[in-house]
């Protein structure tokens, strides 16, 4: 079964456009190093839980919404190949510092996971 990377992140609604920009720069340099899929959503309807939620996940502030996000490979070792490429990548470079993302990456949560059923 395929491998998925998942991200959970905070992004200040004034910078919706600008993430969109990266993203979308980002997920061509994915896929063109090799990633099945790649996907970026913001949230539209997700509440502030009394145990757990996504707003909480992220330490959500006034201002900012969540975007979840995944990019799919055909294995852990695929994964680990194509992820390797694209940190090497010089058009990453920029994308990666810090001072030019347009969320906190603090408060981003990421993994991997396998797959258990896909329909």
Same mark, same amino acid.
């Given at each position: *079964?395929?491998?998925?990377? %998942? &991200?959970?992140?905070?992004?200040? !609604?004034?910078?919706? #456009?600008?993430?969109?920009?990266?993203? =979308? +720069?980002?997920?061509?340099?994915?896929?063109?190093? %090799?990633?099945?899929?790649?996907?970026?959503?913001? =949230?539209? $309807?997700? !509440?502030?839980? +009394?145990?757990?939620?996504? @707003?909480?996940? /992220?330490?959500?502030?006034?201002?900012?919404? /969540?975007?979840?996000?995944?990019? /799919?490979? #055909?294995?852990? =070792?695929?994964? $680990?190949? /194509?992820?390797? +490429?694209?940190? !090497? $990548? @010089?058009? *990453?470079? #920029?994308?990666?510092? @810090? #001072?030019?993302?347009? &969320?906190?990456? +603090?408060?981003?949560?990421?993994?991997?996971?396998?797959?258990?059923?896909?329909?």
């Amino acid at each position: *079964m395929a491998y998925v990377d %998942g &991200f959970v992140l905070p992004l200040p !609604k004034t910078n919706v #456009e600008s993430y969109r920009k990266m993203a =979308a +720069k980002c997920g061509a340099i994915w896929r063109e190093h %090799g990633a099945l899929e790649f996907r970026e959503c913001i =949230a539209d $309807d997700v !509440k502030p839980g +009394k145990l757990t939620s996504f @707003p909480q996940s /992220v330490n959500l502030e006034d201002g900012e919404s /969540v975007v979840f996000s995944w990019i /799919v490979y #055909e294995s852990r =070792a695929h994964r $680990d190949e /194509v992820n390797d +490429k694209v940190m !090497k $990548d @010089p058009r *990453m470079a #920029e994308m990666m510092n @810090p #001072e030019s993302m347009p &969320f906190d990456g +603090k408060r981003m949560i990421y993994g991997g996971f396998e797959m258990i059923v896909d329909l």
